[in-house]
């Protein structure tokens, strides 16, 4: 079985091949940040012109690594969403026409859906599990009794993680994506400034940054007016300690809740040295559950992601028609059979 996998949700344009569900078989991603670092941020026009001039090379350079052809595949999946429409469109549109043209069923993956099943291409899942997403627009825990079947349990109420990230590394005046930058001086300072944590009421499994990101900007802004200097370093450290504290606190408490054999990490965040080790030394020798941990190519953005989801729910059967279109804000339970 060869399942196709496009993905263009954002700024990388990404097709990759994956076989029997779980090996990859080829992975390509055209990376735009260049393009969009002299603006600090994606800018969605230029992203979906990036697309369109990328998307047809990166499908035959996967199908050339892959070494077969559009009549091999079982399926073809495309991310519909969320994610800017503009740059959606290219990819459910690309995917509607080999589809069409070859007659191969096509199957739509949810965005987060597929950061999830990225850990699939690491390690069997096993049920019921839980699963910390991390990513530039999404923080969330979420639970999958099985296959294709997600439940949020908890949810940012207004940044997420990665944003957090991106917007602290601006005050820092670091390049986009600011996370990488904010990792790497993290490591070399300590945390010795007092930041807020936001653990919300008693018992919930939402998550809050746009407190932290304040107190972080502030903090810039304070000592620049007292003649102040900081240690961007030390600030970095500081940041980091706070989200990771709040992040592994809550997925603890939710991991002893539901009882999960496994926990995964997912999203763009999920590349994160602090975030990976603490949960390494919290969860890494515990007999009774499994933790798995992307490799980092796989946590960013990319296709073979969307290939593994696409993968199962082929397997359930779960087509969608040429009508397919993009949707910028998909829910996740729309995979869960109804
Ligand atoms: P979403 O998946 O929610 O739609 P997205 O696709 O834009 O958003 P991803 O590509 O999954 O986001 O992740 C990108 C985010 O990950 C950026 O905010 C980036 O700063 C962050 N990131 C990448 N590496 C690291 C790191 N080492 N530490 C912290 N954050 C990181
Ligand atoms: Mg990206
Ligand atoms: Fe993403």
């Not at 079947?149 to 917007?167: M, N, S």
């Not at 359930?316 to 109804?338: E, R, S, V, Y």
Request: charged share 20%; with cysteine; proline share 4%.
């Amino acid at each position: 079985q060869w399942i196709m996998g496009i993905e263009t949700s954002c700024d990388e344009t990404a097709v990759a091949i994956i076989k029997n569900g779980r090996e990859i078989s080829a992975n390509i991603v055209a990376s735009q940040i260049e393009s969009h670092k002299r603006f600090g941020g994606v800018v969605p026009e230029i992203a979906s012109r990036h697309h369109v001039e990328q998307i047809t090379i990166v499908l035959e350079e996967a199908l050339y690594k892959a070494g077969i052809t559009y009549s091999d595949l079982s399926a073809i999946a495309v991310t519909e969403g969320p994610g800017l429409v503009g740059a959606l469109l290219i990819g459910v549109n690309a995917a509607k026409a080999v589809a069409f043209a070859h007659g191969i069923p096509l199957v739509g993956v949810h965005h987060i859906a597929g950061h999830i099943y990225a850990n699939r291409l690491v390690e069997e899942m096993e049920f019921p599990l839980l699963s910390l997403v991390v990513s530039g627009g999404h923080t969330e825990l979420v639970y999958m009794k099985e296959h294709g079947h997600f439940q949020v349990i908890g949810e940012t109420r207004d940044d997420a993680a990665g944003e957090a990230y991106d917007k602290v590394a601006r005050t820092l005046n670091l390049p986009y994506p600011g996370g990488p930058h904010i990792d790497r001086l993290a490591h070399e300072g300590n945390p010795t400034i007092q930041l807020p944590r936001a653990w919300l009421e008693e018992g919930s499994y939402d998550f809050s940054f746009s407190g932290l990101k304040s107190a972080v900007i502030n903090t810039v802004h304070n000592a620049e007016q007292r003649g102040e200097t900081i240690v961007p370093e030390d600030l970095a450290a500081s940041f980091q300690e706070s989200v990771i504290d709040v992040l592994v606190t809550k997925t603890e408490r939710a991991v002893e809740e539901y009882q999960v054999k496994q926990l995964l990490l997912a999203g763009g965040v999920a590349a994160n040295k602090g975030l990976r080790a603490s949960l390494e030394k919290r969860f890494g020798d515990k007999a009774e559950i499994k933790l798995i941990i992307p490799p980092l190519t796989l946590c960013t953005d990319n296709a073979a992601m969307i290939g593994a989801a696409g993968s199962v729910l082929f397997e359930k059967g779960q087509f969608a028609g040429l009508d397919l279109n993009a949707n910028p804000g998909l829910d996740i339970t729309i995979h869960n059979d109804k």
